[in-house]
């Protein structure tokens, strides 16, 4: 029988130490070697020693311990997160807006107002004008000769009114407040106008420009 090494014996007690098979101590190194069998026995039909089957099995098995697995930490979950749309102008939107500059020039260009802003305007040419818009005519006649009202040709607006501010003060009011009454410079020839008859309209829808205008025109052309 082949002689088991050292080594190999030295490791078997070791692993069956650390599996609690054996005692320390037991099987030091003073056992007793196996014997060497004969060399007329290494036939076929020779039997194996009992120590040499278990030491070999002892020497080539490894200790297994019952460690627990630790556990596999949780896979992380990824969360999916949704692309945010953006709101896309549509295509047919485009071209609105491409256009859209152009269209507001033609619409001003077409339907915008095309007065041109009149400079300052004589008084003399805005009061004859007035004079007729506002209806003087009809009373007074188209060129001042008089009909219902007073005529006002060959300077009697300024005899009746010496003081321009005063014939302003009578087209803003009317003849109303006088009616009954005589009315104008007491001193001029001839004596006061009236009674008046108070028919003469109050002329509240012109403005101060267009008041002074008239009277000028009635005072300087008729």
């Given at each position: 029988m082949t002689e088991i090494p050292e080594h190999l014996l030295r490791r078997s007690r070791e692993r069956r130490e650390a599996l609690g098979l054996a005692k320390p101590g037991e099987g030091g190194d003073d056992a007793p070697a196996a014997?060497?069998?004969?060399?007329g026995d290494e036939g076929e039909g020779a039997a194996v020693p009992a120590t040499t089957?278990?030491?070999a099995p002892a020497a080539a098995a490894a200790p297994v311990l019952d460690v627990p697995a630790e556990p596999e930490p949780p896979?992380?979950?990824y969360i999916a997160l949704q692309a945010q749309r953006r709101n896309r102008i549509p295509m047919w939107v485009m071209p609105v807006l491409v256009f859209l500059p152009f269209w507001g020039v033609l619409y001003f260009g077409a339907f915008g107002s095309h007065a041109k802003k009149?400079?300052?305007v004589d008084p003399l040419v805005l009061g004859a004008?007035?004079?007729k818009s506002a209806g003087c005519t009809s009373c007074h006649g188209a060129n001042g000769e008089g009909g219902v009202g007073p005529k006002l040709t060959g300077g009697e607006a300024v005899l009746t009114f010496p003081d321009e501010a005063d014939q302003i003060s009578w087209?803003?009011?009317g003849s109303s407040p006088f009616a009954g009454k005589l009315y104008g410079d007491p001193n001029r020839t001839g004596g006061q106008h009236g009674p008046a008859k108070g028919v003469m309209p109050a002329f509240t829808q012109l403005s101060d420009t267009e008041v002074k205008a008239v009277v000028k025109y009635e005072r300087e052309k008729l």
């Open positions: 014997a060497t069998p004969p060399a089957t278990a030491a896979s992380p979950q009149q400079g300052p004008q007035i004079y087209v803003r009011t």
